[in-house]
Every structure is written in structure tokens, then in C-alpha cells.
């Protein structure tokens, strides 16, 4: 029997007479002393309940998992976790696509730190194949550049075939030649002398380091990558308020649960932790469904680049914006974004039932 | 164990339900309290319990001033106290074992530490045969003893009960009172709240009878 409940002696024989079982240990209960009942009371119970199996019985009946104190049929279970999975969908896109983004502004910043390109406008009575000449010869006598490559005619008619046709012919219209100057990232050249070298020695010669366009370009790509950290973080907060109303409806409903809790002597952390654990339990299965999309979804869009990549369209839209694919630390990213979302979504029903058993500190409140 | 001195209460702006009320409460004392309906016991219960402050006066549980307790508190005193509603309040979705040991699982226990107790403690109240059954296929009578089982399973020093014998059978009732009654003689302190008078004459114990708030105390 328990450490500091005897059965009282007179109250046993008074409670069994009730009992429909009328078992033979009754009689030991009625007429031992206070002080040795409780001893020999646990022990005939013992061997009553394991003679009649019923150690056994109760032992099946209770089964292996306690039952959980806070039901989860009282939480709104599948509406929230619907929503958790579609606010970790779009928590998954919008992380994925600054991802990518960001990805992307890098490769502009690294080919700007790779490459610049010398262009020579056609001038009467300059000879081009001459000023190009030229002007190889000055670029690959400065320092920092590890080599160029000039683009003859027909690599020039190819650039401009789809504006132009495939009919252009030499003389038919001035159109500029390009050289393409690699640099030594490490130990760049210094533009503005190689410039003034060009302009001096090679009549139409102009120096284009591309940084006036690449600097847009990756201006409106950091623009974009902090927007999407923002409407990450929009996502997040919707997440939060969602999980905070949920917890808040699932207290409301379950505020008997709460008071028998309390009378009983829980600790506000105690019950925190039975409505914790269901919501975890919640936004795991959210997140599970919303970020598996997720990942489908880039992985179907990779496949789908891969595809179209080495068509025209491919790769003019890989020249301008990139590869557009998710790189491989995203798919990592986006899994830590999704657990992340369970793990806030558990700390923040934590939060909002110890917002609400503050509330209720007032002694009068809680169990009233 | 308990001490009142000039406590009063009211709700919101309304009058006085409890008024000057000074009594004392010892260790292994029983006591009925009484009064007709509106009278103010299940008030009284609730500043007992920690569930309410007075508005005024010095309330002292376990020589803690009631208006004073700080929050942490709370919990360790309740511990202490063993609460027996009228309603019973037993958790529908839990059996009937679940629902009397509960108390231990909320400080943490292993359940292999208390399962014989709240075993041997519902055959004790003869509801052995009743462990894994739900609250809203149990009696009025079994949820009675269930809500007693769980006020008495760590073995409170107060037991407050409020109108314990409201749904049972007058045999039942007796029988109750005598398991209240060895409660006391076994060291807790026990509170009946009850305007059943037949009850109160089996047994001769203290009476608080509370009308229109004031308390008069019958030794």
C-alpha cells in the first residue's frame, strides 16, 4: 500500500462490504492494527492479485504508453498541422529561391572578377584585324591578366544571329569586335591605366569591366535575397501567431484539464510540457508534408533545367540568370528549415501556455 | 495548520460573501462545515484550497499568508492538500487508474513506483473492479470514490471535500464518512462541507456553520 496511506482499520471492513468480489483479504484488513495493516494488507494484496491474475488484467489494461493527459482530439490536430505544412511549403520556396538567388548574384560577382572585355568600335580607314592585334598585344603586356581571346567573325555573327539573321557579312554594318581578357583574381590589373593605354594606341577601343551592369544586377539580387529573408521571416511570424491562437483555442478547450492540473499540484511547466509535446507531435507531421513538397518541387525543377539546358532558350536564360537550380546545401538547408519549424512551433505553444498560466497567476483564477 | 483572522471576501464590487471570519484549523482535527446554500462554504473551500484570495484579513495555510503565496509556491502547498469536489471533476478521457494517480504523475514519479499504491488504493475504495474504466461509464457513487482516491493518494495533511456524500446512497454515505473518519485518526486534517444534517449527527465532530458569510464554531 502506499508509503503514508494506511487502509484505517473499520474503514477497510466498511469500503469491502461493498466490494463484489469478496475476496478473502478483506478479513486481514478488518482486524489488523493500524501499524502492521499496511504491511501485511500489501502483501495478501499481492498474492490475491497475482492468484487471481489480476497483476496481469491491470497490467494489460494499461498497456505499455501512458495515456496522454491533454487529448489530442481536443487540438484541432489536422488544421493545424495543414497549415503548418503549407506555411513550411512556402517557408521551403522562399528560402530555396533566395537560394538560388543569392547563388546566382555570386556567379555575376565572381565572373566580373574573372573577366572583362575590350570592345573596338569600326572607324574609317582603322584597320580592325590590325587594331585588334593591337590591342591583345597591350592587354597581355599588363599585369594581372592571364589571357585573352579574341572573337573572330564568325563568333560575332552568332551573338548577334538572332537580331541580325545568318546572313551579316563583313562590312555590311559596323559592328564591334570583342575581345575577352581574362584576370587573375588574385592580383587584378589596374583598369583605369589599361584604359587610358588602349584609348592612346587603339583608335575605337573602349575597356568594359561590366561592373556598372553587374552592380545592378547584383544590387536587385541582394534586394531580392533580403525580401526573401523577409517574407521568410513574414512566414515564420504567421507560423507563430497561428501556433499561439491554436494553443490559446486548445486551452480554452481543455481549461477543466488545466484546473484538475493545477488542484492537483502541476507545475506550469508540467502542463506546458503536455500541450508541448502534442503540438510537436502536430507541426512534425506539417512540416514532414510541406517540406517533402518542397523538395520535390526543386527537385522536379532541376531535373527540368537539366533538361532544357542545352536548348537556345536554356541557355539564354542560364547566361542571364544563372542555372536557377537549388544548389546542393539547399536541400540541407531546407530540412533544417522544416525541423526548425517544428521546433518553433513546440517552443512557441510552450510560450503561449505560460503567457496564459501567467494570466491565470492570480491565486482565484486558475482553479476558481 | 490553518489560521483565519477577520478574513473577508467579496467578488468585484458586489457585498461581502465571507465576513470577519477567525477560526482555527489543527493537525488531525475533522470538522464539518455547514450552512445553508449560498452561504459561502464552497468560497470558504476555495480560499482554502489557494484557489482565491480574501479581500481582507489574514488568511494562513500551512503558515503561509494566502494573499501572499508567490506563484512557485502554489504548486509544492497544493501538494499538501487533498480536494474533493462536488462534481467530481475526474478527467473523462482517462480510466478511472489514470485519473486516480494522477497527483503522482504530475510530480514526476515512475509509474512502477506507484502503480501497487493506486492499485491497492482503489480496491481500497472498492473500486478494484473498475481500474480501467472510463468516468462516464462509472456511477455517481464510483466517481465519488475515484475523486476521494485521488484526493488521498499522496496522503494529504487537509483534506477538503466539498459535499462528498451530495451523490451517494445513504448506506454509501456512512461508509464514506467512517473512511473520512479514519482519514483524521490516521493524521490528516479533513474539511467536510455539507448541509446534510442526517450525516452530521453520526458523528460528533466540530462544526463551522456558516450564514450570511459569518461563521459560528460548535466545539
Not at chain 1, 548574384?105 to 580592325?128: F, G, H
Request: hydrophobic letters at 45%.
Amino acid at each position: 500500500m502506499h508509503a503514508g496511506l494506511s487502509c484505517p482499520e473499520g474503514v477497510c471492513r466498511s469500503m469491502t462490504e461493498t466490494t463484489p468480489t469478496g475476496r478473502t483479504s478483506n478479513s486481514a484488513r478488518t482486524t489488523a492494527p493500524s501499524s502492521t495493516f499496511r504491511k501485511q494488507f500489501s502483501r495478501q494484496l499481492t498474492e490475491t492479485a497475482a492468484g487471481i491474475g489480476l497483476g496481469d488484467l491491470v497490467d494489460k489494461a494499461m498497456g505499455g504508453g501512458r495515456p496522454a493527459i491533454v487529448p489530442r482530439e481536443s487540438l484541432a490536430g489536422t488544421t493545424l498541422w495543414s497549415v503548418i505544412g503549407i506555411m513550411t511549403f512556402l517557408a521551403c520556396l522562399t528560402l530555396g529561391s533566395v537560394l538560388m538567388v543569392s547563388d546566382t548574384a555570386r556567379t555575376w560577382q565572381s565572373d566580373i572578377s574573372r573577366e572583362v572585355t575590350i570592345q573596338i568600335v569600326p572607324l574609317e580607314n582603322v584597320d580592325m584585324e590590325e587594331a585588334l592585334g593591337r590591342a591583345v598585344e597591350i592587354a597581355e603586356a599588363a599585369s594581372g591578366i592571364v589571357g585573352t581571346r579574341t572573337l573572330n567573325w564568325d563568333a560575332t555573327t552568332r551573338l548577334l544571329e538572332p537580331w541580325l539573321g545568318d546572313n551579316l557579312q563583313p562590312g555590311d554594318l559596323p559592328v564591334p569586335r570583342l575581345i575577352t581578357v581574362e584576370i587573375d583574381p588574385d592580383s587584378r590589373p589596374d583598369f583605369a591605366s589599361l584604359q587610358q593605354e588602349l584609348e592612346r594606341n587603339v583608335p575605337g577601343a573602349m575597356l568594359d569591366d561590366h561592373r556598372t551592369w553587374v552592380d545592378r544586377l547584383t544590387a536587385m539580387a541582394n534586394t531580392t535575397v533580403w525580401a526573401g529573408f523577409a517574407i521568410l521571416g513574414l512566414v515564420l511570424a504567421a507560423t507563430c501567431l497561428t501556433v499561439i491562437f491554436a494553443t490559446r483555442g486548445a486551452l480554452a478547450g481543455n481549461r477543466q484539464i488545466v484546473e484538475v492540473l493545477h488542484f492537483v499540484g502541476a507545475e506550469d511547466s508540467f502542463i506546458a510540457q503536455q500541450f508541448q509535446r502534442h503540438f510537436f507531435a502536430l507541426a512534425l507531421r506539417g512540416v514532414a508534408l510541406g517540406g517533402i513538397a518542397a523538395l520535390i518541387l526543386f527537385y522536379m525543377l532541376s531535373i527540368w533545367v537539366s533538361a532544357s539546358i542545352a536548348t537556345p532558350q536554356g541557355d539564354q536564360t542560364a547566361a542571364f540568370f544563372g542555372q536557377f537550380v537549388l544548389p546542393g546545401h539547399g536541400y540541407f538547408w531546407l530540412a533544417v528549415t522544416s525541423f526548425s519549424i517544428a521546433v518553433l512551433t513546440a517552443i512557441t505553444a510552450r510560450y503561449a501556455v505560460h503567457s496564459y498560466l501567467n494570466q491565470v497567476h492570480e491565486v482565484g483564477a486558475d482553479t476558481a | 495548520m490553518i489560521s483565519f483572522e477577520n478574513v473577508g471576501l467579496r467578488y468585484g464590487e458586489g457585498e461581502e460573501v465571507l465576513r470577519d471570519l477567525s477560526f482555527d484549523i489543527g493537525p488531525d482535527t475533522f470538522q464539518f462545515l455547514t450552512g445553508p446554500s449560498g452561504a459561502g462554504k464552497t468560497s470558504l473551500l476555495r480560499i482554502l484550497f489557494l484557489a482565491m484570495r480574501p479581500t481582507r484579513g489574514v488568511a494562513k495555510v500551512f503558515d503561509h499568508d494566502v494573499s501572499q503565496i508567490a506563484k512557485p509556491d502554489l504548486p509544492m502547498l497544493r501538494r499538501r492538500i487533498g480536494i474533493v469536489f462536488s462534481d467530481f471533476r475526474l478527467l473523462d478521457h482517462l480510466t478511472t487508474y489514470e485519473n486516480v494517480a494522477l497527483p503522482l504523475r504530475v510530480r514526476g514519479r515512475d509509474e512502477r513506483t506507484y502503480k501497487q499504491d493506486v492499485l491497492d488504493l482503489l480496491d481500497w475504495v472498492s473500486l478494484g473492479h473498475r481500474t480501467d474504466s472510463y468516468p462516464p461509464i462509472l456511477s455517481g457513487g464510483e466517481k465519488q470514490r475515484a475523486a476521494i482516491a485521488r484526493a488521498l493518494i499522496e496522503k494529504p495533511d487537509l483534506l477538503l471535500a466539498d459535499e462528498p456524500t451530495g451523490n451517494v446512497d445513504p448506506p454509501l454515505a456512512r461508509r464514506l464518512l467512517r473512511l473520512f473518519i479514519e482519514l483524521q485518526r490516521s493524521g490528516t486534517s479533513v474539511v467536510i462541507a455539507t448541509h446534510d444534517l442526517a450525516l452530521m449527527d453520526q458523528y460528533d465532530a466540530r462544526r463551522l456553520v456558516l450564514s450570511g458569510g459569518r461563521m459560528q464554531i460548535y466545539d
